[in-house]
């Protein structure tokens, strides 16, 4: 059974840098994806970027895609989001999110998920 526990949220000026790290417990080698999510107040879960297990290829969403950058560490089971150039609008709740066989990567639907990292840029 695979545990997710996420690290590295804070508050961080506009225009700051910010790294989250998600320490998988378990075996994920044989799943989909892993990814962050993100909500903020009042909106929806929406998927910031994602990378595949297999491939190592990541998607990003347009509002992050020039900012933010996703990586995977397989010997430590852990996947990395390095956040830059933040902006107001990227303050969240951010969720890691792992996909076993039959989860869907993009929308999350029976995902696994951390607790969540606050971010807060201001």
């Known amino acids: 059974h695979v545990q997710l526990v996420e690290s590295g949220g804070g508050l961080v000026p506009i225009g700051g840098s910010l790294r989250l790290s998600c320490a998988a417990s378990g075996n994920i080698r044989s799943g989909n994806c892993m990814g962050w999510f993100r909500q903020a107040p009042g909106k929806g879960r929406e998927g910031v970027a994602r990378?595949?297990?297999?491939?190592?290829?990541?998607y990003y969403a347009d509002s992050v895609a020039d900012r933010f950058h996703i990586s995977q560490d397989n010997a430590k089971n852990t996947v990395i989001l390095e956040m830059s150039n933040l902006k107001p609008e990227d303050t969240a709740m951010y969720y890691c999110?792992?996909?076993?066989?039959?989860?869907?990567?993009?929308?999350?639907?029976?995902?696994?998920w951390g607790q969540g990292a606050q971010v807060t840029v201001s």
């Open positions: 999110m792992y996909a076993p066989v039959g989860a869907n990567c993009a929308t999350g639907s029976l995902a696994i």
């Open positions: 990378i595949y297990t297999g491939s190592g290829s990541a």
